[in-house]
């Protein structure tokens, strides 16, 4: 592991030394300017002869690489140039991003990241990130001791048992972790130096990948069990001691796994699990935002999940604390939300729920009260027509389950719906935001997880805004990092969430969206992140308390900028007139 080795001069001014030089140097991408050297630096390291004559601004590089994107035009292709532009220069891969960021999201998250997983023996051109198998039981530390910087903050790691919702993607699922970190860089200026993606690659049980010739993973079964819990185990001591200063993030595991761990680790390593906690915040969000459109307090409103995995269980814990917040407990706290999965809608008489969504089956008399017997409790539309919501959330991956008729059953009951479509990718959406549209005659407010076109509607256009966890994970590492937290806690996740709806301007609202533009990502990140700042503080579990004048200054200064810095040979970097630069102390 090397030091990256940014510097602050007397005067302010950050330079950075330079450990490599010649046609090594070039070829590293966290340091390579290409054709950005000025001819000063290309003398003092060594790179006389190996460039263009020419030297080019950063932005010049960037509208150049941003135009041999554009000229792809199947999005994989693009996600393929983009990801060699990380490969090749950091910087300004970071640089095009940002330029572009609305553009492209998509493509280096979801939907194409998607494709990309599914492709990834196939597509794979260069490694990055770490690799964990059961054949390094015993010496993961030593594995994670080949980061590339020893300064690690922001771990990503995935089992890659549940990609997006295209289910056990093996050792493709590296394409989150990696896709995650690159947005929070992007939003957070979390450095890319102090980030790594992991993949826990326990094998697979999709039999597809083991019968691929080219696929890279292990090539065995799951591995299940107390195996797979001491490997876990194994990990997470491997963490804490070679990176004590990291956050991590659980990164799509499934449901049971997602919860276990979350649990067991959360109060002993700095850890959160964005699926569930960072999705609750943005569905929590996207409610509150939409209480405002409609002037009706989130109290009153009847809620109705459909989907009780990792996703529906994580929003519906932090949707049941908000309305604890507002008031509501005892049957009517059970009666405001109501949760459907494949076996209908959940009762408390039914043996077969598993313990996380126990905590929302409904008592068989309410059911009963509402005119829901047994044989109608799976039924969509007639739970839609006894409950009568005024909310709908899906997060169920299957595409197409908002049907016609129940979509039109909650529109005559509700004069603004609230629909949630949130399953990702964009093939798994329960339905197209157009059709949502359609059949509630232009009054549903409509979200979806996947980035949407706007709709036409009888000559008036809706904006579809984007349920993107973007819009919560990054400020919400961002903020546990500069506060130092010994936890994430999920009062930070509600603070985010309530931030998040107060970024929703009035304008979004009334273009129909229930998120801002993600062309703010920068500002509405940096305000999710002091929210976190404040509440880790007031929640005690700050190491660092800033009082809330300083923290905006704090959080600038902490977010790195992808723009090149003067770069010196290391062996002449002054030790005495410069410091190195911290970052998050
Ligand atoms: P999960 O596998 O844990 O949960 C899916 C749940 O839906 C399961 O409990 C499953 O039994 C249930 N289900 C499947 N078919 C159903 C049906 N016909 N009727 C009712 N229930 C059904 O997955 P998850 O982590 O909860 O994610 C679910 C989806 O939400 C994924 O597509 C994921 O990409 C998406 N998601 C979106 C966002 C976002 O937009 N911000 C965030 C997280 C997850």
Redesign the pocket.
Known sequence: MERYDLRTEPSGRKRLAVPYRGARLLRHPMYTKGTAFTQEERISLGLEGLLPHSVTTMDQQSRRVYASIQRKTDPLEKYIGLAALQDRNEYLFYRVLLDHIQEFLPIVY?PTVGRACQDFSHIFRRARGLWITPEHRGQIADVLKNAPFEDIRLIVVTDNE?I??LGDQGAGGMGIPIGKLALYTAAAGIPPWQTLPISLDVGTDNLDLLDDEYYLGWRAPRLRGPEYDSLVEEFVQAVKRCFPGALLQWEDF??LN?FRLLDRYRKTLTSFND?IQ??AA??VAALLAGSRATGIPLRQQRILF?????????IGRLVRETLREEGLDGEALTAATAH???QGLLMEDDPGLDPVQRAFAWPPELADRMGLGTERRGD?TAVIRAFQPTMLLG????PG?FTEAAIREMARHTVRPLILA????TS?AEARPGDLIAWTEGRALVA???PSDAVTYEGREHRIG????VFIFPGVGLGALVSEAREVTDGMFAAAARQLAREVLDEDLAAGSLFPSTARIREVTAHVAEAVVREARESGVANRRLEDGLIPGILAEAMWNPAYLPADPAAAATAGADRPMPIFV
């Open positions: 979801t549940r997006l919702g499934k449901k997602a699926d960072g999705t943005v569905g459909f989907g009780a995995g990792a996703a529906g269980i994580g459907l999965d494949l969509l997060v169920s991956a299957t389950a949130l399953s990702n990718p798994k979806t997880g996947s984007q349920g993107n966890n």
